[in-house]
């Protein structure tokens, strides 16, 4: 006769709060337990996500500005016609959605990583559907949701009369960089930051303990998410723009 095959542990249970807490500390535990799929995640993040870019418009006023008269600069090089009630419009545009387009773009953003997240997944041979790629997704983003924390805090303490570019309250090669110089090089050099990499870990862990990929395939789907989210400065770069 065969032993009976010894039962399976269930997955232990914790609250969201919980979740939201672990993630930064144990996030194995919280990818397995919650391997089943959860949209809460989604919602949580996102709202906080939207509050938080909102709240941090003010302090990044200045960088939004040098952000638009780049913008405008570089459309009055492609287009000298332009008129100014073109490139009034133009500002007016870029000003609004810098400021309100966080609003739709967070649970877009969020939403867009999660299939990201589960097409890579399954081309490595992962079993992963879209609600479980939004939720590894989801928990994996709340690094840059301490990031934005962190922008608001030190909008408080620190003089921003320098800052001029998107990089410039990050923790990483970005904040040191001339904003003004080869936007390319400056967007790609810019994802070398601790948020970014610690989003990228996370999204790996996920990977391995919800969606029950080999290491090393996941892994190689991180690389491959962070090269991903890093196709538009390649672009800039490969193409001079």
């Known amino acids: ?62 960088i939004m500005e040098a952000e638009t008269n780049r913008a405008i600069a ?47 997944g399954k081309v490595l041979g992962g079993t992963i559907g879209f609600g479980l790629g939004v939720m590894i997704a989801s928990y994996a983003y709340v690094p840059k949701v301490i990031e934005m924390m962190g922008v608001a805090i030190q909008a408080l303490l620190l003089d921003a009369s320098n800052f001029t570019g998107r990089y410039s309250y990050s923790l990483g090669v970005g904040r040191f960089m001339d904003s003004s110089g080869k936007q390319g090089l400056y967007g790609l050099l810019g994802r070398i930051d601790v948020f970014t990499i610690w989003v990228t870990v996370l999204l790996v862990i996920g990977l391995i303990h919800a969606a029950k990929m080999p290491r090393d395939k996941a892994i190689a789907a991180g690389l491959i998410l962070w090269l991903i989210g890093a196709l538009m400065p390649l672009w800039q770069i490969a193409t001079g723009a």
């Open 1 to 62: 006769m065969t032993a009976p095959a010894a039962p399976t542990a269930a997955p232990e249970k914790a609250s969201l709060i919980e979740d939201f807490i672990d993630i930064l500390f144990t996030p194995s535990k919280v990818f397995a337990r919650r391997a089943g799929g959860s949209w809460a995640p989604f919602f949580i993040v996102a709202i906080l996500a939207c509050v938080l870019y909102y709240v941090n418009s003010g302090a990044m006023s200045g």
């Open 74 to 120: 570089a459309a009055v090089e492609k287009n000298p016609n332009m008129t100014e009630d073109q490139l009034n419009g133009m500002r007016s545009m870029m000003e609004g959605s810098m400021k309100w387009g966080a609003i739709v773009f967070m649970p877009i953003m969020l939403l867009g990583l999660g299939l990201v997240v589960m097409i890579v």
